[in-house]
Structures are given as C-alpha cells and as structure tokens.
C-alpha cells in the first residue's frame, strides 16, 4: 500500500482504541483516514407500536448504552487528532457513497459474524473489491475465528463446550502484546458532499424527553476499562469465580463483573479480558475452571458464536438442524404477563420488571424466567422470549442469546427436560426475606416474609394489611406450576421421542398429529385451559 492514500476506517462494534487491529492498521500509511459510524435506522428509529420505549429491534437502554459508547470514541478519537464522523440511513448504502465521494483506497472494519452484518459487509465489499479497494476486516471481538474451529472440525461447528475448547485451544495471540494506544491517527480529509454530525442525543433521534430509572451502565470504552480494573484487583475474586454460586438476587453490588454490555458492543475487548483473567490466575495458583469460572464464561461467549456462525437458521426452530421440534404453544395472552411482569409469581414478575428497567439481569435470573416461559411452565416458544431478551438486554448479543434460549428450552445443548427451575423455591434459597421483590414489585413491600413468594396463599386479612389484595392490587398465578410443570413434561418426553424417531426430520403433519395426541390424551386436569383458568378465577 502506497503512503497517501485515504482510509476508510468503519466502526459497527469494536467502539474503542486499544486492541482494535482495525484501527491500528488504518492509521498507518494513510494521508487521511475517515472514522465513520452510521446510525442505522434498522435499529435506532423509534417505533411508537413497540411494548416498551425504542425502536422496532432495540429497547431505549440499549440505544442509549450505544450514544454514550459513540460519544466516548469520538472524545478518546479527539485526543489522537480526529473525530468520530456520524451519518444516517442504510449502512451499505452510506458506506458505498463514502468510498467514492471520499476516493477511498483502503477500507478497515472488524469482523462481524452476525447474519446482518454478514449480508451487509458482502454488499459494501463487493464494490469495494470492484473498485480495487484494498479491504481489511480483522477477527478482534471473539478470541478466536469461528470459521477456523468450524474448519477443524471437519467443517461442521462443536456443539458440546467441552469439544469446542479441545478444538480451540490456547489463543494464538494469548501471549502476544496487544496494541493498547495509538500516538496519532492521520487527519480526517474533505467530507465532500456526506452529511456528518455530532453524536446525536436520544431526544435527536425522536424519542423526547422520556424519563426512566437511572441507569447501572454507562456506555463506552473508558467506562468498561475503569470496571475491569475494579474487577480484577480483587484477584482472589476473579481466582474463585463459580458461576453457579452467583446471587441472582443481588441488585445494590449483583455478583457478576457487569462487563457484558463491553463486551458486546466491543467497548472492551474480550481478547484483553482474557489475557487479565490469565494474568491473575498465573499470580494465584488455585483457582476455578471452565466452565465455571471466569474464563469459562468467556469461552461460552466464544463457544456459541462459534456454533452460531456454523448453524443455518441458528436463530429459529424450523430449519436449524441442532434444534429439537417441539409443539410450543401460542398464548400472546400469557405471554404479555410474562413479559410485563404479571405472572403472579413474584420472583418471576420481579426479574421482568428489572429487565425493563435497567436493561440487565443476573445470568441465574435470565434462567428462572426462560425455564418458566418454556418448558417450565407456560410452554410458549423460546422465539418469543428470545424476542423479548433482544430488544430489552443492553448486552443482547445475536449467538450467545439465541444459544443460551435454544439451551434453556433444551430445545439443543441440553436433554434436561425434568430439571424445572421453581418459580418460588429458586429465589428464596438465596433471598429469603424477598428484598429483590420489594424493591422490583413495591406493590409487595410489606407481604410479611412467609408469603412473599407465595402471596396468593396469604390469608385476606394478611392481604389486607399488606395493602396488597391478590388479584386486585397484584395478580393471581397465571397458571397451576406444579400441574403446569407435569404437562410440560409430558409434551417434553413426546416431542423428544418424536425426533428421535423421525431423526430430527419432523414434517408439518408429524407436528400436527403430534399436537392431536397431546390435546386428546392429556394428563388428568392438565389441558392448557384448566392449567391457565385454574388459579385466576
């Protein structure tokens, strides 16, 4: 590559300086280089119809969590002598013009392996290879490159974890220096006729003045390197991290490193993360291992990019050869109370609510509700949840949330149908007095402690002294558990011999007579309608 020439550095995510080989390779030998990001309306135009603030795709925390990532790149792009150049509309499209408006030579982005981005990066770098322009487009935002494990492995993805991490092995890179700072990055050139802004607000992109409880994220790179430091100077924290003993009912200190969000939109990087993690357990000897300690957690991050990236159709239960057919059922009704927080269930209604507001729960919790939703209890499809966690979650991430939904269904990954998360019992263990409730579902904040999982079992005069009349002032139980529970058993163990027996080919009128059975011999007293009239009438 000739010195003079323009570059082109595209950031998606990987919103931050330090270790971004994207950016790094950009800064050399450029006369200018243009750092663009564009606001694609896909996922950031307000869509008034939606359940909650934000657009069609994407909840309000999330776009929000983004504006404050761009608005710290475009500050930390300043201090290296440049700035962060924002435009709007159908990032292809935008992109495209750039690249001839600008004459550009040399096109930077990190790789992405996300079905959209996949579509989009084929469309810019098509022109750009017609166009004789150089493309550079590095693995930086998982620790390995999905399409060498999947290459190991005969061109198939490892679908066990255990199978992944003996394919992936140490990180190539794991001992290497990473590239923390850059002295400078060339000037930016004439813009031309491309509109660019400032990194516009959220009351800039249509969504008013819209007050909401304050945040426990702060977008941007500079935030999530103050975290990590936090989080890792208590080494013997990090050493003896266990996922399965994590309080899901810690929200003043909750009892993970709050790192996702970074994680996800490439504000930290995850090849950084891993080389701290490695870091303290050279200095503390005795320590956890995958894939419940922290570095487990990662790998997993890693694990179901991996499979996604080689599953076509990963995101659905029709066409995605990994998943089990099952016979969910379809309640909007049920599951608008799941998701709004009106089950009945506390521990269930107070996870939701939190998800609504700050945008992040407790891995634990995430289980609880996708348990209750699926299989658990109201036996609604992992789609649907899926759905709602993606639009709600600031640190939604594409593979690791279709993976983690399509795990907790046992839809794939698990076969362990029978283990149902209890909607009651589950919380109480590590919340007995039901503070996490009373702060989430205030309407519930003086149920004395013996019934504030239960609150239906509360005598009248209980009820009536803790302000709260079930089924006025809080709902009654969308459904029977222990009888729900039994009947997604049941249509477990049937959908399972059913794929079994067909080989995982399951046709439309396998599934319908499939359903025919189910509804005509059901358990005794448990058809959907008792099951959802049972306990509210």
Known sequence: MKSGSNTLMWFRKGLRIHDNPALEYAAKNSTNVYPIFVIDPHYMKPDPTAFSPGSKLAGLNRIRFLLESLVDLDSSLKKLGSRLLVLHGEPGDVVIRCLKEWDVKRLCFEYDTDPYYQALDR?????????GIEIFSPVSHTLFHPAKIIQK?????????????????????????????????????????????????VKQLGYGDI?????LFKGGESEALRRL???????????????????PSAFIKPATTLLSPYLKFGCLSSRYFYQCIKEVQNEVKTHTSPPSSLMGQLLWRDFFYTVGFGTPNFDCMRGNVICKQIPWNNDDELLAAWRDGRTGFPWIDAIMVQLQKWGWIHHMARHSVACFLTRGDLFIHWEKGRDVFERLLIDSD?????GNWLWISCSSFSTQYHRIISPTSF?????????????????????PEEYIYEPWTAPLSIQTMANCIIGKDYPKPVICHDAASK??????AAAYELNKKTNGMVTDEDMQNLIRKLVEEPSQGTNSKHLKQKLSR
Request: hydrophobic fraction near 25%; glycine fraction near 8%; charge should be neutral.
């Open 487 to 492: 009947d997604g058993r049941r249509k477990m």
């Open 229 to 247: 430091k936090e989080s890792t100077n208590d080494k013997e924290w990090v050493a003896n991290f266990y996922k399965p003993k994590g309080d």
């Open 427 to 447: 919380g109480k263990k590590y919340d007995p007095s039901g503070a996490y409730i009373r702060h989430f579902l205030p309407v519930l904040k003086d149920m």
């Open 211 to 215: 007050l909401e409880e304050s945040s």
């Open 153 to 201: 492995n005969g061109g198939n993805p490892p679908l066990s974890y255990q199978s992944f991490l003996k394919l992936a092995g140490e990180p190539h890179w794991s001992s290497s220096s990473l590239c923390m700072t850059l002295s400078m990055i060339p000037p930016i050139g004439d813009t031309g006729n491309c509109e660019v802004s400032e990194v516009p607000t």
């Open 123 to 131: 469309k810019v770098t098509n022109y750009a290879t017609e166009s």
């Open 398 to 402: 594409w593979a690791p949330n279709n």
